[in-house]
């Protein structure tokens, strides 16, 4: 009888122990992973200007409203955070935050304002470079919070010196002029860089 009170004593010691080993092992396993940073194989940073089309300004627009919800129209973002509105643009790129530097590029695609409730917007858009330094595209797609003073969208690929690139790309609103007029900082990390032979 002595015998199995020991024999228990001694399973139970270890099961307890296997129990607190294995709890330990699986709360390490579940901490949030961690990712190991390099530094970005290229960086650029770019101004992209957008003038968007109000009814009067048909000579210097660099983008337009396609799409309306019903209560809008095509000259005037909609109220209500502008939900609904769907902007295509064909916007200079420069290499400072001057709107009349010489452009190095267009920015061009789309956004669209995909919230009621708060200001925010969906972008997807390449960088067209045709420059000395830099000729391809950059392509950009990603969620867009306005109100943040920084936000990160993904580059999901390029073409010419940017060939299958991917990256971040930090966005910063650095000017804001009503509802007509904005530019945008972007500060471009590209963490995958291919050499073309």
Known sequence: MASNKTFFCIFF??????????????AHSMKAPRFKTSPPCKRLVLYFHDIIFNGHNSHNATSAIVGAPAWGNRTILATQNHFGNVVVFDDPITLDNNLHSAPVGRAQGFYLYDKKDIFTSWLGFSFVLNSTNHRGSINFAGAD?????????????????????????????????????????VDIKLYECWKQY
Request: hydrophobic content about 45%; proline content about 2%.
């Open 13 to 26: 010691f270890f099961l307890g122990l296997f129990l607190l080993t294995s709890s330990k092992a699986m």
């Open 145 to 185: 919070p306005l109100m943040n003073k920084t936000r990160d969208i993904s580059v999901i690929g390029g073409t010419g010196d940017f060939f299958m690139t991917r990256g971040i790309a930090t966005l910063m609103t650095d000017a804001f002029e009503g509802e007509v007029y904005f530019r945008l900082k």
